[in-house]
């Protein structure tokens, strides 16, 4: 058995796991609540009521966060900072968005490509720069910025030719920065209430920055695609 396939059945098994979770202590249909939560204190409320439970159901949001983006990242992030501090917060939502990031990745690669690749035809010529380039640079960038939905950049790379190693690496190091900012925020849910949108125009405009500024000392993205 290859590394990778393990790996794959590895997280399989822990989505699995956290579904069983699911559906033995909240009914499924309680997540449809997710796209009503207007702030992180809603939602930490809602996550308290699971009890001991409360890790799990958290990561969960999380890898539907990722997956299908119902609800912004700050809401869950802030939430999770809120209920069990900074550093676990931080630990607990990054667990999360890279369960689903992968869940995502792997979906488009193996399981649903042609749907995928009919769903994201406007993003191709992103997908083909990806192949031919540094996928796992272009990943990290777009990562850095928060107006840009996790799924559609999950999906993209597990659609093109960057291997799954530099898509992870990138993840990790791309969404960190937003994470750890929004978790530490909604430690103090009162004061983050007027920050956060300052907060997140200050991160969308260095992001931008950031990705222009590497674009015009490259004038592309430089590198060599996944060697199979």
Same mark, same amino acid.
């Given at each position: 058995?290859?590394?990778?396939?393990?790996?794959?059945?590895?997280?399989?098994?822990?989505?699995?796991?956290?579904?069983?979770?699911?559906?033995?202590?909240?009914?499924?249909?309680?997540?449809?609540?997710?796209?009503?939560?207007?702030?992180?204190?809603?939602?930490?409320?809602?996550?308290?009521?699971? #009890?001991?439970?409360?890790?799990?159901?958290?990561?969960?949001?999380?890898?539907?966060?990722?997956?299908?983006?119902?609800?912004?990242?700050?809401?869950?992030?802030?939430?999770? &900072? $809120?209920? @069990?501090?900074? /550093?676990? &917060?931080?630990?607990?939502?990054?667990? &999360?968005?890279?369960? #689903?990031?992968?869940?995502?990745f792997f979906?488009?690669?193996?399981?649903?490509?042609? $749907?995928? +690749? =009919?769903?994201? *035809?406007?993003?191709?010529?992103?997908?083909?720069?990806?192949?031919?380039?540094? &996928? *796992? =640079?272009?990943?990290?960038? /777009?990562?850095l910025v928060?107006?840009?939905?996790?799924?559609?950049?999950?999906?993209?790379?597990?659609?093109?030719?960057?291997?799954? =190693?530099? @898509? @992870?690496?990138? +993840?990790?190091?791309?969404?960190?920065?937003?994470?750890?900012?929004?978790?530490?925020?909604?430690?103090? %849910?009162? =004061? /983050?209430?007027? %920050?956060?949108?300052?907060?997140?125009?200050?991160?969308?405009?260095?992001? %931008?920055?950031?990705?222009?500024?590497?674009?015009?000392?490259?004038?592309?993205?430089?590198?060599?695609?996944e060697k199979?």
């Open positions: 058995m290859t590394k990778k396939l393990l790996f794959i059945i590895s997280v399989a098994f822990v989505v699995l796991a956290i579904g069983a979770v699911i559906i033995d202590q909240a009914r499924p249909e309680s997540f449809l609540k997710l796209g009503i939560f207007k702030n992180s204190q809603e939602i930490a409320d809602w996550l308290l009521s699971f #009890g001991a439970w409360a890790v799990i159901i958290s990561i969960a949001v999380m890898i539907i966060q990722t997956i299908a983006t119902p609800v912004p990242l700050f809401i869950v992030a802030g939430a999770n &900072g $809120y209920i @069990f501090g900074i /550093a676990w &917060g931080i630990v607990i939502t990054l667990v &999360g968005a890279l369960l #689903g990031s992968t869940v995502a979906m488009a690669r193996f399981m649903a490509r042609d $749907y995928f +690749s =009919r769903r994201l *035809a406007k993003y191709m010529p992103k997908v083909e720069e990806m192949s031919k380039t540094s &996928g *796992a =640079r272009v990943v990290f960038l /777009a990562r928060p107006i840009l939905p996790s799924s559609i950049i999950s999906y993209a790379a597990g659609l093109s030719k960057v291997s799954f =190693r530099g @898509f @992870f690496v990138a +993840s990790v190091f791309g969404k960190l920065p937003e994470i750890v900012i929004y978790t530490a925020l909604g430690h103090s %849910l009162e =004061r /983050a209430e007027g %920050l956060i949108t300052r907060v997140t125009v200050v991160i969308i405009l260095l992001s %931008l920055l950031i990705f222009s500024l590497h674009s015009k000392k490259t004038g592309s993205f430089n590198g060599d695609p199979k």
